[in-house]
């Protein structure tokens, strides 16, 4: 059972602006460290999306952003895209479990 | 180019030992921490534990302390997972993945393609 937990699916048109909540506490999120997000296209490996909260690795549109605010995150997709449509997991550490841990995963449907 | 280029996929039987790999490229393979992140069928990902080549420190996940083994052997650039007697819950898809940043805000900024672990009599 993850320690952070991620909305099972969200869904939007295309052009449109999802959300996805990443949920901790006081050990992991809360506790200040940072949250990172992987995308997660069908049949793919993750790939790197979102790191050190906010910030996005070459390469990856800006349409993508996260943000951190107390013991949750957020990574907000603007101008949805059919190509955006994969699952995507945000991961951090946890002290308590002394172990990196990665969120339950939610999975992008564009309608 | 930065690569993590892993091994075939496994069949293999309950009770039975294996040793899967990750062999790095484009990078200075003793410079990062490298580790593995399963993925059982329909679930989604655990980080397992991870290896720094250089003096081949690891970290272990507490869910995976003692059931896997992760080596690195600095001559090869490669990184191993390691069971010695395999369950049927082991079948799995295994990521390796390059590890950046600073001790307890890492990232995984490089994944290989995954292998397929699959345990069944």
């Known amino acids: 059972q993850s320690v952070l937990t991620q909305p099972p699916s969200v869904s939007g048109a295309p052009g449109q602006r999802v959300t996805i909540s990443c949920t901790g506490s006081?050990?992991?999120?809360?506790?200040?460290?940072?949250v990172h997000w992987y995308q997660r296209l069908p049949g793919t490996a993750p790939k790197l999306l979102i790191y050190d909260n906010t910030n996005r690795p070459s390469g990856v549109p800006d349409r993508f952003s996260g943000s951190e605010s107390g013991t949750s995150a957020s990574l907000a997709i603007s101008g949805l895209q059919a190509e955006d449509e994969a699952d995507y997991y945000c991961?951090?550490?946890?002290?308590?479990?002394?172990?990196?841990?990665f969120g339950t995963g939610t999975r992008v449907t564009v309608l | 180019e930065v690569q993590l280029v892993q091994s075939g996929a496994e069949l293999k039987k309950p009770g039975e030992s294996l040793r899967i790999s990750c062999k790095a490229s484009?990078?200075?393979?003793?410079?990062?921490?490298i580790g593995w992140v399963r993925q059982m069928p329909g679930e989604g990902l655990e980080w397992m534990g991870i290896?720094?080549?250089?003096?081949?420190?690891?970290i272990y996940s507490p869910s995976f302390q003692g059931q896997v083994t992760i080596s690195a052997d600095k001559s090869s650039s490669t990184v191993y997972l390691q069971w010695r007697s395999l369950k049927a819950s082991d079948t799995a898809m295994y990521y390796c993945?390059?590890?950046?940043?600073?001790?307890?805000?890492?990232?995984?900024?490089?994944w290989g393609k995954g292998t397929t672990v699959t345990v069944s009599s």
């Open positions: 484009g990078y200075t393979f003793t410079s990062y921490w």
């Open positions: 006081s050990s992991n999120i809360g506790a200040g460290y940072d």
């Open positions: 993945a390059r590890h950046r940043g600073a001790r307890y805000y890492y990232y995984m900024d490089v």
């Open positions: 991961q951090s550490y946890d002290r308590s479990q002394s172990a990196y841990v």
């Open positions: 290896i720094y080549p250089d003096d081949s420190d690891a």
